[in-house]
Nanobody, 124 residues
C-alpha cells in the first residue's frame, strides 16, 4: 500500500507561480510511476503531468506545456509540480497519483493510488 500526501495548494493571483509537493510513503513507493491530475468544479478529473518510474518518459497535457514542470526527488518518493504563469482556469484540486505505469496520454494503468488532493485557486 502506498500513501500519497499532497501539500502546497494556496490562493495566488493570475500570472504568479506556485510549487506543490506530493510525498509518497509505504512499501515500494519509489518504484511506481507518478503524476499529477486535477479536477475543477463541475468537471472531470484530468491529467496534468505524469512521469515514468525511470523518469525518462514525461507527458504533459497540452494546456500546461511550457508553463508547468514535473520533477521527482532523487529518492523517488517526492513529486513536485512547478506551476508558472498561472491562469484562473488552472483553479482546481490537484491530485497526486502513483501507478504501475501510464499510457501514452497519461492514463494510469495497473495498480494505482491517489492522494486526497490540494486546492489551488488562481484569482483574477
Amino acid at each position: 500500500q502506498v500513501q500519497l500526501d499532497e501539500s502546497g495548494g494556496v490562493t495566488v493571483q493570475t500570472g504568479e507561480s506556485l510549487n506543490i509537493t506530493c510525498v509518497a510513503s509505504g512499501r515500494g513507493a519509489s518504484a511506481y510511476a507518478m503524476g499529477w491530475f486535477r479536477q475543477a468544479p463541475g468537471r472531470e478529473r484530468e491529467v496534468v503531468a505524469v512521469m515514468s518510474w525511470t523518469e525518462t518518459d514525461i507527458y504533459y497535457a497540452d494546456f500546461v506545456k511550457g508553463r508547468f514542470t514535473v520533477s521527482r526527488s532523487r529518492a523517488g518518493t517526492t513529486l513536485y509540480l512547478q506551476m508558472n504563469s498561472l491562469k484562473p482556469e488552472d483553479t482546481a484540486v490537484y491530485y497526486c497519483n502513483a501507478a504501475f505505469r501510464y499510457g501514452p496520454t497519461g492514463v494510469p494503468e495497473g495498480q494505482q493510488f491517489w492522494g486526497k488532493g490540494t486546492l489551488v485557486t488562481v484569482s483574477l
